[in-house]
Structure formats: structure tokens, C-alpha cells
């Protein structure tokens, strides 16, 4: 079992829904990041939570750390925001590796 | 600078020929981390630098991968003897402190060894 699980693998959705991406992961963590990848292949860090809740524009991002469990939202989404989003946690025993999820492959269509 | 530079951008090379590939971390972040990516898969840690400590080469895959950061900045991965299954994106990323912050990603090596 991977130690950081995504889901879904893909979602693909229309311009304006709303889409809500998983995170859960199996380690003690010191910090979760959520990261964006695009079709080019650069990375984006979008948000490092350690509890609570952030927010930047159209993204809220949600962790629960007694769940292990994290949540990437996108509000009003449109077709620029078809990326793969990246979950990686910060693992407590080895505090400058990051462990990766697979990733979420995002279309969203006009 | 303002960001995270590699260079080259895209380099091809032949079986068996050495690599080295660049990464200019943005001035002042003091931890500096190597990942690559091949086709289709997930970011696979390779090397992490902090300060002046002594780098953490526990994700080399072979002893043909060697990286070096000369004072405290410019990171250089090598590869020695390429073979196909090294052809990737190789990543670099920079962050002020690896404990409490973010990263930031320099845009990647694509390497293809043919």
C-alpha cells in the first residue's frame, strides 16, 4: 500500500463545476504540500499545510490531521486549471523527503 | 534570481556518454533537492543538499549518479555511462528552510539517452 494515496486518478468535469480533489496518507507528517504540474511539466507548489485550511483565489486547500486526510477544492473551475495535482507529505521520520501521491490528472473541458 | 534555473533545457545524448546537468537555486535558499521523472511516473527523490551538512544521496539509483553544490549554491547532478532508462525530466528545487516552507521548482532537464 502506497504510504500517500490520490484519488481519483482523473476527473474530468465542466467549466464552473466544482472539484474536489483526496488526499490520504498512512505516515506522521510535519507538513503536507499540494503541487501542480502542467501539461509543459513545470511544478507549481500551491499550498503547505500543516492543519487547518488555506485558501489562494479559487483554491481552498483542507488537511485533518487526525484523519490523515487532505482535500484540494477548486471553486468555478475552468480549462486553464487542467493540470495533474500533486499530494506530497513531509514525513516525520525524515524531515527533508518529500513523499509523493501519484497524482490527479485534471480536465476540465469548456 | 527569481527563480529556480536549469539548464540545459532539453539535452540529448548518446548511450555510454557522461551528463552533467545544472541547477541555480534561487539566492539565499539553502536546501536544494534533485527529483526525476520519467515518462508517465512520479516524482522519485535522488539527492538533497542542506546548508554546508553532508548530502543525503540516499535516492541515487546507481553509483553512475553523482551531484556536488559548490558553495552553498549551484548544483551540479552528473551522470556517468548513460543508459536509456536514465532518459527522464530531471528536477531541481530549492527551499529557504526544509522544514517550514514551500518549494520551488526550476522548469527541468529533459533527457533522453538514445
Request: charged share 15%; with cysteine.
Amino acid at each position: 500500500k502506497n504510504e500517500v494515496e490520490q484519488s481519483p486518478q482523473n476527473l474530468t468535469a465542466q467549466e464552473g463545476e466544482f472539484i474536489t480533489i483526496n488526499c490520504s496518507y498512512s505516515v506522521g507528517i510535519s507538513a503536507l504540500h499540494w503541487l501542480q504540474q502542467h501539461p509543459g511539466g513545470g511544478i507549481v507548489s500551491l499550498f503547505m499545510l500543516s492543519s487547518g485550511k488555506k485558501k489562494h483565489g479559487r483554491l481552498i486547500a483542507t488537511i485533518n490531521i487526525q484523519e490523515k486526510h487532505s482535500s484540494l477544492h477548486i471553486t468555478a473551475s475552468h480549462p486553464r486549471d487542467s493540470a495533474v495535482y500533486i499530494c506530497a507529505v513531509r514525513s516525520r521520520d525524515s524531515n527533508y523527503q518529500l513523499i509523493w501521491g501519484a497524482g490527479t490528472k485534471l480536465i476540465i473541458k469548456p | 534570481g527569481a527563480g529556480v534555473s536549469q539548464s540545459p533545457s532539453n539535452k540529448v545524448t548518446e548511450k555510454g556518454k557522461d551528463v552533467e546537468l545544472r541547477c541555480d537555486p534561487i539566492s539565499g535558499h539553502t536546501a536544494l533537492y534533485w527529483y526525476r521523472q520519467s515518462l508517465g511516473q512520479g516524482l522519485e527523490f535522488l539527492i538533497y543538499f542542506q546548508g554546508n551538512s553532508a548530502p543525503d544521496k540516499s535516492g541515487l539509483p546507481s553509483d553512475r549518479f553523482s551531484a556536488e553544490r559548490t558553495g552553498g549554491s549551484v548544483s551540479t547532478l552528473t551522470i556517468q555511462r548513460t543508459q536509456q532508462e536514465d532518459s527522464a525530466v530531471y528536477l531541481c528545487a530549492s527551499s529557504l528552510w526544509e522544514l517550514g516552507y514551500g518549494y520551488t521548482f526550476g522548469s527541468g532537464t529533459r533527457l533522453t539517452v538514445v
